[in-house]
């Protein structure tokens, strides 16, 4: 992972720049060519074929970082010939300089979010460690649930990205009325579609825990899980829209306090607190622990209305430079 870590940084930095410009295509391909590359190595490398020694977990590894470089090279290689049309490109490594005023923002943007990623994981991680306490059979059941329910999860996920994107690019042109326009919209439609790919969820849920060996109670409580997942889905699709609103007027604090300091002031304790004094069973336990998502699911909506995040960081940071300017002459 260590060795991986550089590209995969410099792919994020490329992507994102290029979905902020409304070129999403691109890093998808690059992404998926990547996951195809690590797939087909994972094979050969794993298992010792196509005259390859087999190098088990090793090739694992070699696997996946090679897979980074290839979608690395792709978006870099392909943005860089395209330099016409992605005009940041030009003059890109000119200089590594970063004026002082770009750099404390970036930082007083940043570490809001950096700490909020941070905290929300240790919230999660904190969270299985809970619900843990009730028995492997739910450890196990899970990991199953999380990791099928994922697979749908993605859709109210990457419709994150879209709204950062589109709000954020209305926000860059000083059209508040149009950014808050786009904001509803993508909520709305966002709510429709996970309320559609939910009751899909839910209707496979009974299914789908048999692609594993594992015991009769474990695929009961799987499908239980996954069942809450996809009650919740509608509801934390509004979350998940209403966070990256936030976020895309450089409310970084607001969304911290909005994403990882509810999660730590009221849904851990909340949870911490149904498991080890009560003595509900778990199927019940589980979706109880989850209303407090609807908590969020309110105060995320009351947020957007309120309009408070519709600011142009783009502009501030551009009048910071010029005044740096100023003084500098």
Known sequence: MLWGLLPFCLSQVYGGTLREMGESLLPMIASLIGVFTNLCLNYILIYGKLGFPALGVDGAAIATVISRFVELVIIVVYAHKNSAKYRFIKGLYRT?????????NIIKKGIPLLL??????????????IFSTRGLNVVAALNISSTISNMFNVIFISMGSAVAVMVGQALGANDVPRAKQSAWRLIFFNFGICIAVGAILFALSPILPHIYKTSDDVMRLATRFMQTSAVYMAVNAISHCSYFTIRSGGKT???????SAYTWVIFVPFSYVLT??????????????????????????????????????????ASARNIEADESV
């Open 276 to 317: 080890h004094f009560t003595g509900l069973d778990i199927v019940v336990l589980y979706p109880l622990c989850y209303m407090a998502d609807v908590i969020k699911c309110i105060i995320g909506i009351i947020v957007v209305k309120s309009g408070y995040w519709a600011h142009n960081i783009v502009a501030d940071a």
């Open 116 to 129: 909020n990623e941070f905290f929300w994981a240790l919230g999660m991680t904190t969270l299985t460690q």
């Open 96 to 104: 590594f300089k970063i004026p002082k005023s770009l750099a404390l």
């Open 253 to 259: 604090f607001i969304t911290f306090l909005f994403d």
